[in-house]
């Protein structure tokens, strides 16, 4: 099972890489660990906010579905005491780009932008769904300079949250798309190309409602093995 949550709040790219909370939530039985974090690095990018504050974090976490129930339960709780301001849902993970590996705990190489994202009213599930994984992947990976595609459709909530959402989307850019266009949509320095892709894109994004009430999160991505560190915990 995977869980996802956003959280607001001072010096959480510090606060959330810190031994002591990987060790809680390793001892809670979470498995593995990724944090996006909107940090120093990537500064230069664009972010946008759906209410008044910018997400400062999000946080991924995969848990054995045996004890699911009570991982979620514990884990929610102890992300709560860390950030102060937290929502959370369980999703359904798909990958049309698998992102690559990288070692624990180290930064990847890119620019890993998130997008939390609201199923517009006027468009039953079913539709928006078929629109979105079906009609506008292969466009979003046309368009792009993308090397990792994640999508989390949400199953359900596991914390009171500011407003309703559907999905949350993951895309890994490279570093260089922060500043320059041409990087960010893989257009190749070619002003007629950039604006060809835009286009496609944007028509795509506006039929499944991601072009507004969205939150858009620039991020550092990390990702940790808590299995060894719980194996640690036990020996000693």
């Not at 506008?136 to 368009?143: D, I, R």
Request: glycine share 6%.
């Amino acid at each position: 099972m995977k869980l996802m949550y956003v959280a607001w709040g001072d010096d959480l790219p510090r606060r959330l890489r810190e031994d002591d909370l990987h060790g809680r939530l390793a001892a809670a039985g979470v498995r593995r660990l990724q944090l996006n974090l909107d940090d120093d690095d990537v500064a230069p990018a664009m972010r946008i906010a759906a209410g008044p504050d910018h997400i400062a974090a999000v946080l991924s976490i995969w848990t054995d579905s045996d004890t699911a129930s009570d991982i979620a339960s514990d884990s929610t709780r102890i992300l709560t005491e860390q950030t102060g301001k937290l929502a959370g849902w369980e999703v359904e993970e798909r990958l049309p780009i698998s992102p690559p590996e990288t070692a624990h705990g180290e930064r990847m190489d890119a620019l890993a932008n998130i997008a939390v994202l609201q199923r517009p009213d006027e468009l039953a599930r079913d539709e928006w769904l078929h629109r979105w994984l079906v009609d506008h992947t292969p466009v979003a990976m046309a368009t792009q300079a993308t090397f990792g595609y994640v999508q989390n459709i949400v199953l359900r909530e596991l914390t009171e949250t500011p407003r309703r959402v559907d999905a949350l989307v993951e895309e890994l850019f490279p570093s260089a798309g922060m500043i320059d266009r041409h990087a960010f949509y893989g257009s190749q320095g070619d002003d007629q190309e950039l604006h060809d892709r835009l286009d496609r894109l944007m028509a795509s994004v506006a039929r499944i409602g991601f072009d507004h009430d969205l939150d858009l999160v620039p991020s550092s991505r990390y990702v940790y093995g808590l299995d060894h560190q719980r194996e640690q915990q036990h020996a000693q």
